[in-house]
């Protein structure tokens, strides 16, 4: 054996292992009517829970759910993660201790956030709503139509921080030159952050968006902390759905269908979301 | 020069105030909640129900009280498991990473397979792990743990690595070859220290990942061998009666790697321009 495909065999074992078994595994289930507590009963049903999965009106709204979580966390994200970046950037005094300081909700386990937030926010004990009340507003954090943003809040205290990560890493690789040439011409800081900084970035805004959208799609914790899917149904999020379904219900075959039509959707986003990425890269 | 220098400074100032008062609001964001969850640990029930209050005197209760639930050995079976993945993962990763990078090994399709396997959602591969583990009867213990943690950490850090060797400078190492170094000693010897800040980098993401993870460490292990995540998520049945524990639990779990952010910011910054974030 050559000495490239010696150092990749350790890789290519452990890959298959841990990732390749599974991922076929968990497809031979989703063709099954398997549950947990009937193994013996388990039959081949072919595309059946897919069918019923597709038919199931709480599945679609699990990704109604999980899709406005993402859209508004990752917006609130990117555009407060990037004034940070920028201010961190150009910070003058206590930069590793405000870097440290501001970094580290990211680092703290999610169900800790996800408790840590239930009860700051919560209507007897918290004291958010007890601040609110002294200035004389009411407002139920986890009320219908409103957990599902509470929970956006959430993420976004704990996230921001790792697209600020991102951003600044980003930021400190850029090339010096055009800022200096920018200066040198008299731009101001908004026209360079807009014609300048901005374009520069691009590519690694976008990988930021994808990266937290991604992470954001698999949100369970803060929802298994503190709703459990409630009001109703509002926050019942794709992965707290499929969670259910197989781990309280024990419908193995069932869940393994969900999270494969998940993946495919998600595959599918990604190809697209290149191929539109690569399109403007040549265009410009 | 000068005269431009003096006149971008004039022009800047408004801007850095701004900066100033972001980072203040943000900082503030920051450390309200941990404040006040600390402030939360020293209170008595009666003191809880009171949640702006701010001066009283220290209780200790709540701390023993949690001490005895078995934290701490939930931390460190969670440290175990973060230790034997991360291991697994950068020996196995780096090696391959190095192929990859090096000799184009397996090509674009061991690339794309590395990153669609970080776009895995973790409910596609959960099932297999808990029906294996039953099967093989390690149901409930960390090693199908590990195991999930491996298939979350494993991509993410060889991912990483790939960037970091593509970014390394190829002259030490062939001059090392010419010295008649054969090629793994030369790739332990010569390429890996060059590496190592991103070696570092990966590590310690790849630890945080395994730490923070709820949604496998429940679904494999949620009995005896608890990971720290899972134990804590078992105060939130308490409800309100025992959320002065339960503030304890969660500070068991937060001060640690406060701590360690700490020291690891401003490699990870670096790590992370280094190459992890050029696609």
Redesign the interface.
């Given at each position: 054996m050559s000495?490239?495909?010696r150092?990749?065999t350790?890789?290519?074992v452990?890959?298959v292992?841990?990732?390749g078994?599974?991922?076929i595994?968990?497809f031979v289930?989703s063709l099954t009517n398997?549950r947990?507590t009937r193994r013996d009963e388990t039959k081949f049903v072919a595309f059946a829970q897919y069918k019923d999965v597709l038919q199931d009106h709480a599945y679609w709204s699990a990704l109604a759910v999980t899709g406005t979580f993402i859209v508004f966390a990752v917006a609130l994200e990117l555009s407060i993660g990037l004034?940070?970046a920028?201010?961190?950037q150009?910070?003058r005094r206590f930069r590793?201790f405000?870097?440290?300081?501001?970094?580290?909700?990211?680092?703290?386990?999610?169900?800790?956030v996800g408790?840590?937030?239930r009860?700051?926010l919560?209507q007897?004990?918290?004291?958010i709503?007890?601040?609110l009340e002294?200035v004389g507003i009411t407002y139920d954090f986890f009320g219908p139509g409103r957990a599902i943003y509470s929970m956006v809040i959430i993420d976004v205290?704990q996230w921001t921080p790792f697209m600020v990560?991102?951003l600044?890493?980003?930021l400190?690789?850029l090339s010096k030159q055009p800022f200096e040439a920018a200066?040198?011409d008299?731009a101001?800081?908004f026209y360079t952050f807009r014609r300048v900084t901005v374009p520069m970035l691009a590519?690694?805004l976008t990988?930021?968006v994808l990266i937290r959208s991604?992470d954001a799609?698999?949100v369970?914790?803060y929802v298994?902390?503190i709703t459990r899917g409630g009001p109703g149904t509002e926050t019942q999020t794709?992965?707290y759905f499929?969670?259910q379904t197989?781990?309280q219900f024990f419908r193995?075959g069932k869940?393994?269908a969900?999270?494969?039509l998940?993946?495919i959707m998600?595959?599918s986003l990604?190809i697209l979301l290149f191929k539109r990425i690569e399109k403007a890269r040549l265009a410009s | 020069m000068t005269i431009?220098k003096i006149?971008?400074r004039k022009?800047?100032e408004p801007?850095?105030l701004?900066?100033?008062i972001?980072?203040t609001g943000?900082?503030i964001?920051?450390?309200?909640?941990f404040l006040?969850?600390f402030l939360?640990s020293f209170k008595t029930g009666t003191q809880?129900?009171n949640?702006?209050l701010i001066l009283f005197s220290p209780n200790l209760a709540n701390w023993t009280r949690v001490l005895e639930t078995g934290i701490l050995q939930a931390a460190f079976r969670s440290v175990i498991v973060g230790l034997i993945t991360v291991s697994?993962a950068i020996?196995?990763?780096s090696?391959?990473?190095?192929?990859?990078s090096?000799?184009k090994?397996?090509g674009s399709t061991a690339r794309f397979?590395i990153l669609?396997?970080?776009?895995?959602?973790?409910?596609?591969?959960?099932?297999?792990?808990?029906?294996?583990a039953?099967r093989i009867r390690v149901n409930g213990t960390l090693v199908s743990v590990v195991?999930?943690h491996?298939?979350l950490v494993?991509?993410v850090v060889?991912w990483f690595l790939i960037g970091f060797f593509d970014a390394a400078p190829k002259e030490v190492e062939e001059q090392a070859l010419v010295d008649g170094l054969d090629?793994?000693t030369a790739?332990r010897k010569v390429v890996l220290p060059q590496v190592a800040p991103g070696i570092g980098a990966s590590a310690i993401f790849g630890f945080?990942i395994s730490?923070?993870d709820?949604?496998y460490a429940?679904?494999l292990a949620p009995g005896n061998s608890a990971t720290?995540?899972v134990r804590?998520?078992g105060?939130?049945t308490f409800r309100?009666v025992e959320?002065g524990a339960?503030?304890a639990?969660?500070l068991v779990?937060?001060i640690p790697?406060?701590i360690?952010?700490?020291?690891i910011?401003?490699r990870?910054?670096?790590g992370?321009?280094g190459g992890?974030?050029k696609?």
């Open positions: 000495f490239r495909a150092m990749m350790p890789l290519l452990v890959f292992a841990a990732i078994y599974p991922l595994s968990s289930l398997y947990i004034m940070i920028l201010a961190l150009n910070q590793d405000s870097r440290s300081f501001l970094l580290s909700p990211m680092f703290v386990t999610p169900i800790a408790l840590m937030f009860f700051l919560n007897q004990l918290g004291a709503p007890a601040i002294k205290w990560l991102l600044l890493a980003g400190e690789s200066k040198v008299g101001s800081p590519p690694i990988v930021a991604l799609s698999k369970f914790e298994y902390a794709i992965q499929t969670y197989g781990i193995l869940a393994s969900m999270s494969y998940l993946l998600v595959i990604v | 431009s006149t971008t022009h800047f801007w850095r701004a900066g100033n972001l980072l943000a900082f964001a920051v450390s309200a909640p006040w969850v939360g809880l129900n949640p702006t697994i020996i196995v990763g090696m391959g990473a190095y192929s990859i090096r000799y090994t397996g397979g669609t396997a970080q776009v895995l959602p973790p409910a596609i591969l959960v099932f297999p792990f808990l029906d294996l039953y195991a999930a491996i298939s494993l991509p060889t090629r793994f790739f945080v730490w923070n709820l949604f429940l679904i720290l995540p804590i998520a105060f939130n309100g959320l339960m503030s639990a969660i779990s937060v790697v406060l360690a952010s700490f020291f910011q401003r990870l910054v670096q992370i321009s992890a974030v696609f």
